[in-house]
């Protein structure tokens, strides 16, 4: 079974950054293409961006392109997202999901349904 972890969550002014991280436990991470997804009050959970299991490919929302990045270190078991520039529409709780990729040939999706762990959730709150 897989654990995972977010924090760095909070509270930050419109313009200004948040590092969140997820750490992965149980199975073998390099297996798992990572994904990190929101969800604002009274809205579906949407994907944010997400990176592939090696590391070297990344897919981003168009609303966060330019602003957010998706890194991770295989060798620490961890996933962060960085947000830059940030909005008050990025007012979500934060998840990041593990999709296991040894049952596809594709890189990292935006589909929920493909996710087959996910985190807690992180409180990201920016005020106007």
């Known amino acids: 079974q897989v654990q995972l972890v977010e924090s760095g969550g909070g509270l930050v002014q419109a313009g200004g950054s948040l590092r969140l991280s997820c750490s992965f436990f149980?199975?073998?991470?390099?297996?798992?293409?990572m994904g990190w997804f929101r969800q604002a009050p009274g809205k579906e959970r949407e994907f944010v961006g997400g990176v592939d299991w090696s590391g070297s490919s990344t897919h981003y929302t168009n609303s966060v392109k330019g602003r957010f990045t998706v890194s991770r270190d295989n060798a620490k078991n961890t996933v962060d997202l960085q947000m830059d520039r940030l909005k008050p529409d990025d007012t979500a709780v934060y998840y990041c999901?593990?999709?296991?990729?040894?049952?596809?040939?594709?890189?990292?999706?935006?589909?929920?349904?493909?996710?087959?762990?996910w985190g807690q959730g992180t409180q990201v709150t920016v005020s106007s």
């Open positions: 999901a593990a999709d296991w990729a040894g049952d596809t040939t594709a890189g990292v999706t935006g589909s929920l349904s493909a996710y087959d762990f």
């Open positions: 149980g199975r073998t991470f390099n297996m798992y293409h």
